[in-house]
């Protein structure tokens, strides 16, 4: 089986950089707890100039960088980012392993698709890069080949092709085997320093002193592995969460946490081919105490940009009683992503300020604000739609799926136009007929409009069953002074009456 191991060098540092651009350039670390004592994980680039290394204890980083700013190492907050990431490259491969804390193995059987594994690893970098990490690819038939070379390799992108793993592993330093047992203790005492060297000796020779830890040890050495890929599992909720380095008494800490939390969903939705229909997002408070808040999206999507500026305009108006500790949001609700096909002349920033619009309405007016307009099952006109529950688009239906509905539900045909704005009950006119009975001029609003074009009838009714039938001849007036308008004359009191008005 052909893989891709993708290692992104200091994976929690990068991290820290791109979700807080403020420390790029400055010396800082990543601390744990060992043994009791707060020692050095990660350290960043200029943190290392400085003499600071993994192992070290805080205080003797503090003493050799004055400056030094440090954070605490969460390994599961590492982990849902480099799971992020793997998402995010869906696209490009069909399943990852995790490699934590600082790589993935991708399955690359399909890199045919993208042209060449050179091409795959190419297109791994440039989406890395987007997302603002520095990485290096290295496609091999073995998960300890591609590993070993791209964690220890000189080149960025490297294609290693079957049966060549020996030849790449032969200049690698004995610490490639990243192993710390009595086999690698052995081989090092032997003297050996590269991979080559290793995969020289007999093997006979390793069995009787290295015993079946060397074994092993041995054949990868020569470019033998049979450790099986098992992709990860993905998670049917997809949700993130966020836990600030000090509680937030402001909204400016929680627009940065925001940024990763909608970075991090945007490229696992993008991973996916989903786009995201509803949120929630949760405040967890300091000491105690949490708020809730949702967001329904105006229509599907699953640009991280686009999500950061509603979350920030739905959240950036709340009224906490305690700093926030924590910050969490789950897709409650998704869809197949259709993309989004632009008309001459259309610009996404429009569609963009048009979701904060609509999202800036609901939080100020409660979710019950945004309404659409739905069918019924019914021919009289004003009743013929009905206020119901914004819901965007399903992402499968086309406009022919709507057309065959409304007909087979026998509600009015929407090949035939009908007014934007229609009266919710039909309004007498005070008109003016000729002997033939076409309509010349009505009265409306204490004004006399004089009727320009006329077009029409269609004649509508129904209900015969019900206590109030209707029978009505529509036309499609125009008045002057007022415009295009929907006038019907009833069969029953052969009056007419405006039924729209057309844009």
């Known amino acids: 089986m052909r893989r891709a191991y993708l290692h992104l060098t200091r994976f929690p540092v990068q991290r820290r950089v791109v979700e807080s651009p403020e420390l790029a350039g400055r010396p800082f670390v990543l601390v744990e707890a060992v043994r009791g004592q707060r020692r050095v994980a990660f350290a960043s680039t200029s943190a290392l100039r400085a003499g600071v290394r993994p192992g070290l204890s805080l205080t003797a980083a503090t003493a050799l960088e004055p400056a030094l700013r440090h954070f605490d190492y969460r390994p599961e907050e590492e982990l849902r980012a480099l799971t992020a990431l793997g998402e995010a490259l869906l696209p490009l491969a069909p399943g990852f392993q995790l490699s934590a804390p600082d790589g993935l193995w ?4 399909a890199a045919h698709l993208c042209g060449s594994e050179e091409a795959l690893g190419t297109r791994m970098l440039a989406l890395c890069s987007e997302l603002g990490y520095r990485a290096h690819v290295v496609v091999a038939s073995e998960a300890f080949t591609s590993r070993a070379v791209a964690r220890h390799g000189a080149r960025r992108l490297e294609v290693v092709a079957p049966g060549e793993s020996a030849r790449a592993l032969a200049p690698l330093p004995l610490s490639a085997l990243e192993v710390r047992d009595s086999a690698a203790t052995l081989f090092s005492a032997l003297g050996l320093t590269t991979l080559g060297e290793v995969a020289a000796l007999p093997a ?20 033998e592995d049979d450790t099986p890929f098992v992709p990860a599992v993905l998670e049917t909720v997809l949700e993130e969460r966020v836990v600030l380095d000090f509680p937030a008494e402001s909204f400016e800490p929680l627009r940065f946490a925001l940024k990763t939390l909608m970075d991090r969903l945007g490229a696992r939705l993008s991973g996916r081919g989903r786009a995201a229909v509803r949120l929630t997002f949760t405040l967890k408070l300091d ?9 329904t999206l105006a229509r599907p999507t699953a640009r991280a940009k686009l999500l950061h500026e509603l979350a920030r305009h739905r959240l950036e108006e709340l009224r906490l009683e305690n700093p926030v500790a924590e910050v969490s949001a789950r897709v409650d609700e998704h869809s197949e992503d259709a993309g989004q096909q632009l008309a001459l002349g259309d610009a996404p920033e429009g569609d963009a300020a048009l ?30 739609h009905g206020a119901r529950a914004f819901r965007p688009p399903e992402a499968r239906r086309g406009l022919s799926a709507d057309l065959l509905e409304a007909g087979a539900r026998g509600a009015p045909r929407a090949a035939r136009e009908r007014p934007s704005r229609l009266l919710a009950e039909p309004a007498c006119l005070d008109a003016e007929v000729a002997a033939s009975g076409r309509l010349l001029a009505a009265r409306m609003g204490g004004r006399r409009h004089r009727v320009t074009a006329l077009a029409g009838p269609e004649r509508l009714g129904g209900e015969w069953w019900s206590e109030a039938p209707f029978q009505r001849d529509y036309y499609r007036v125009h008045f002057e002074g007022l415009g295009p308008a929907w006038v019907f004359r009833d069969g029953r009191d052969g009056r007419f009456y405006l039924q729209g008005l057309f844009d």
């Open 106 to 109: 991708l399955d690359a059987g």
């Open 355 to 384: 979701e904060v619009v609509l999202s800036r309405l609901a939080t100020t007016l409660g979710e019950a604000s945004l309404f659409s307009a739905g069918l019924e099952a019914v021919h009289r006109p004003e009743a013929a």
């Open 204 to 223: 006979g020779a390793v069995v009787a002193r290295a015993g079946a830890a060397g074994t092993r040890v041995h054949a990868r050495c020569r470019g």
């Open 287 to 295: 000491p105690t105490g949490h708020r809730s808040v949702t967001l």
